[in-house]
């Protein structure tokens, strides 16, 4: 069907090399979705549940082993610690692990009631953060949770202390906010940095295959994951040339964060003064 329609082309375009029929824009859509498609299957042994925060519009990611039980949360939420945790007893689930991508300026983290809740949970955010925790993280470290593995990968550029989370072999990463779904997280507070942001996703995200799915830690229009392709290509931000991408980051005018003065001091004890009284 390709060959007889680029023949078409061909003939209804007297005296253009055939060479300039990738311009069509048919072609060109045939060719993303093409990439699009060629989406990689979790194996049957992997548990993947991705959960919401409404007022905090972020994102926890649940994952599990299936054959050995052992859990980890991604981003955790205190006011959905409860939820969290009656899930993952409900599953038959070991919580092994509560990571952080970083140290959040939007909502309390949920690490701190989750140890409490589900004891024998460790907390786990980057060395860079500033934050307290059980474990630290330096980029090229791995989270085991049953067979499986988290490869941490440093991201700075929305803070010091931003982290990706790779697993491979699932063909997924979880960004946080370095990248989020047609956008980026912001860096005009903490040690925020554009050129480092920049540099961050094109060094160590849009380097991963075209059709990794990525997972960010917000998103406030309904998207709930997109890929290395899709953000590559249509991402308005970080798709144009370095100097733009700062010119546009150092333009944006964006209002002081709502949670910053609590969220911060909270996140940085892991949490644990903002925990609810039973």
Known sequence: MLIKFIRSVALSTPGKPVALLGNFPALQRLSHRNNMNSRITFTEDFFF?????????????????????????????????????????????????????????????????????????????????????????????????????????????????????????????????????????????????????????????FTLPENFRLFPAHDYKGNMETTVFEERNYNPRLSKDIDTFVSIMENLNLPYPKMIDKALPANRECGVYDIPEE
């Open 49 to 205: 549940r991705q959960l919401f925060d409404h007022q905090s519009s972020t994102y926890t990611y649940m994952l599990a082993d299936l054959g050995t039980k052992e859990a980890v949360l991604i981003d955790p939420v205190l006011e959905q610690a409860k939820r969290d945790s009656h899930l993952i007893q409900e599953l038959g689930l070991t919580l092994k692990y509560a990571l952080n991508t970083h140290m959040h300026a939007d909502h309390v983290t949920g690490t701190g009631y989750l140890k409490k809740l589900l004891p024998g949970c460790v907390s786990v955010i980057s060395k860079e953060s500033g934050a307290k925790a059980d474990e630290y993280l330096e980029s090229g470290d791995k989270v085991q949770f049953g067979r499986h593995e988290i490869e941490a990968v440093s991201t700075p550029g929305h803070t010091n202390g931003c982290m990706t989370f790779i697993i491979k072999e699932q063909g997924i990463a979880f960004t946080g906010d370095t990248l989020l779904i047609r956008g980026c997280g912001r860096t005009d507070f903490q040690e925020g940095n554009p050129r480092t942001l920049y540099e961050s996703v094109h060094q160590n995200i």
